[in-house]
């Protein structure tokens, strides 16, 4: 199975920050990535797909990027509603489509 | 609204069964592969099982292949998960999903969108 290695596991960061987290897979996915956000009590919610393609209504803070095995999830202007639990995913090939650990966004 | 919701979760006993259902409303399931995935206390999102949208094919993870049995009625509108043989590593928030695409000239992205919030499924003695 390919592994996700996420980066970091939590982050403290203030509202207006720019924040990045990473996730490396254990082989060369293309850009097979998603970036998902979770809220406590509420379903996951998509971000990315295809590794830096913005899910339709949701704000341009968020960006994704990389290819291969290296992919960066990016907020620019870290909002309130940001603070949430974010994963990526890899969909290359067949299932199993795997997931990093998750890194969870708190308040400083 | 697009809407998943889980239900069938609760506490059982190792070797025990139990059916998860997950009824979809403000769309329909008939034209989507549906998946399945969970997150046991403290871990990452696990994906478990997927089925082809006319419910014919499907997949598994090593994990449950062999004692979990996933199957849908488009009918009704609903996805299930038949668990058997439970153990506590079961022991997890279940969610179901929907599988959506993004098909250009030279390849598809998949992701899942939308999610259920999730029923918990707990294997104790």
């Known amino acids: 199975d390919i592994q996700m290695t996420q980066s970091p596991s939590s982050l403290s960061a203030s509202v207006g920050d720019r924040v990045a987290i990473t996730c490396r897979a254990s082989q060369n996915i293309a850009t097979y990535v998603n970036w998902y956000q979770r809220k406590p009590g509420k379903a996951p919610k998509v971000l990315i797909y295809g590794a830096s393609n913005l899910q339709s209504g949701l704000p341009s803070r968020f960006s994704g990027s990389g290819s291969g095995t290296d992919f960066t999830l990016t907020i620019t202007s870290l909002q309130p509603e940001d603070f949430a639990t974010y994963y990526c995913q890899q969909t290359y090939g067949n299932p199993p489509w795997t997931f990093g650990q998750g890194t969870k966004v708190e308040i400083k | 609204e697009v809407q998943l919701v889980e239900s069938g979760g609760g506490f059982f006993q190792p070797g025990g069964s139990l059916r998860l259902s997950c009824a979809a409303s403000g769309f329909s399931l008939s034209g989507s592969w549906m998946h399945w995935v969970r997150q046991a206390p403290g871990e990452g999102l696990v994906w478990i099982s997927r089925i082809h949208s006319d419910g014919n094919t499907a997949t598994y993870a090593d994990s449950v292949r062999g004692r979990f049995t996933i199957s849908r009625d488009n009918a009704k509108n609903t996805l299930y998960l038949q668990m058997d043989s439970l153990r506590a590593e079961d022991s997890a928030v279940y969610y179901c999903?929907?599988?959506?695409?993004?098909?250009?000239?030279?390849?598809?992205?998949?992701?899942?969108?939308?999610w259920g919030q999730g029923t918990l499924v707990s294997v104790s003695s």
């Open positions: 999903t929907r599988q959506r695409f993004d098909c250009s000239t030279t390849n598809c992205f998949y992701w899942f969108d939308p």
